[in-house]
Nanobody, 128 residues
Framework: QVQLVESGGGLVQAGDSLRLSCAASGRTFSSSAMGWFRQAPGKEREFVAAITWPGYTNYADSVKGRFTISGDSAENTVYLQMNSLKPEDTAVYFC??????????????????????WGQGTQVTVSS
């Protein structure tokens, strides 16, 4: 069984920065992509950022220029550097991984339906 564990969430003020981390444990697996989603109270889970190995990145418009995703495919780890945080960034942030896909399969990694493994989430709260 694969487990994804997020860390790094917390309570910060608007304009501050946070760095989220996600590491995989349990059964060894190969991922095609890893990403971050978030869910605010009363709202649906939404895409934040993804990295498709060997390192192609994709971001939601709401975080472009403020958030940076990075990671290590060999370790199945992914990070999310969040700068210039805003109150509207407040949400539970989830790490997720897309399992191995053959090369001919296009992975956009922007839809939650593409992901096979999910973490439990870490709370990020940004006060104004």
């Amino acid at each position: 069984q694969v487990q994804l564990v997020e860390s790094g969430g917390g309570l910060v003020q608007a304009g501050d920065s946070l760095r989220l981390s996600c590491a995989a444990s349990g059964r060894t697996f190969s991922s095609s992509a890893m990403g971050w989603f978030r869910q605010a109270p009363g709202k649906e889970r939404e895409f934040v950022a993804a990295i498709t190995w060997p390192g192609y990145t994709n971001y939601a418009d709401s975080v472009k220029g403020r958030f940076t995703i990075s990671g290590d495919s060999a370790e199945n780890t992914v990070y999310l550097q969040m700068n210039s945080l805003k109150p509207e960034d407040t949400a539970v942030y989830f790490c997720a991984a897309v399992g191995f896909r053959p090369a001919m399969v296009i992975v956009t990694a922007t839809s939650s339906n593409e992901y096979d493994y999910w973490g439990q989430g870490t709370q990020v709260t940004v006060s104004s």
